[in-house]
Nanobody
Framework: QVQLVESGGGLVQAGGSLTLSCAAL????????QAWYRQAPGKQRELVAH???????NYADFVKGRFAISRDDTKNTMFLQVNSLQPEDTAVYYC????????????????WGQGTQVTVSS
């Protein structure tokens, strides 16, 4: 059974920074793509950034160079460094990881973290 545990959210002032973490708990894990999403009140969940198994990264346009996604496969952990935060970045941030599994189980299983609240005050 795989579980993703997030941490690092909080309340910061505009211009501040946070480091979000997402750790995968379980044994024998092979992780493919990892990603961060966010959902603001009254809005749909949106992709923030994702990182491939080979370390290739992609970011949403609204990130504008302020965020950095990274992964440490030795610890089955992913990070999102968020800088220059603005009130519009206020949202619950969710991590997702795609795990490689046996073909009779579908080949890939996606798991989600519980979400971590990021609140930016003006």
């Amino acid at each position: 059974q795989v579980q993703l545990v997030e941490s690092g959210g909080g309340l910061v002032q505009a211009g501040g920074s946070l480091t979000l973490s997402c750790a995968a708990l379980g044994s024998g894990l092979t992780i493919a793509t990892q990603a961060w999403y966010r959902q603001a009140p009254g809005k749909q969940r949106e992709l923030v950034a994702h990182i491939s198994r080979h370390g290739n990264t992609n970011y949403a346009d609204f990130v504008k160079g302020r965020f950095a996604i990274s992964r440490d496969d030795t610890k089955n952990t992913m990070f999102l460094q968020v800088n220059s935060l603005q009130p519009e970045d206020t949202a619950v941030y969710y991590c997702s990881m795609d795990f490689l599994v046996a073909s009779d189980q579908g080949g890939i299983q996606r798991h989600w973290g519980q979400g971590t609240q990021v609140t930016v005050s003006s």
